[in-house]
């Protein structure tokens, strides 16, 4: 019994899996743009069951209040998760 639960156990840790380089870079150029400074979005409209509506959202990362670089930010993202260099610059736009 325990010999089918730790091979369930150790199948289901090797499909999770580490994810590709691609996705990693993107995720920390996520961090880095979100280093860049505050970020906000509002919504204004009305709907048919309330009326006018406005909404907003701010928000700020460590990082940003730090005053931390953001291509500093990527590439200590990148090789904490990957253990190397970014194999490309980060789009930050």
Do not use: H, K, W
Request: glycine share 10%.
């Amino acid at each position: 019994m325990r010999g089918r639960l730790l091979s369930v156990l150790v199948l289901a840790v090797a499909a999770c899996g580490a994810p590709d380089p691609e996705t990693i870079l993107r995720q920390c150029e996520d961090r880095a743009r979100a280093a860049q400074g505050p970020d906000a979005d509002v919504t204004v409209g009305v709907n048919s069951a309330d009326g006018p509506f406005f909404e907003g959202r701010i928000s700020v990362t460590g990082d940003a209040l730090a005053g931390r670089d953001p291509l500093v930010v990527y590439e200590e993202c990148v090789i904490r998760r990957t253990g190397a260099l970014p194999t490309r610059p980060p789009v930050l736009n």
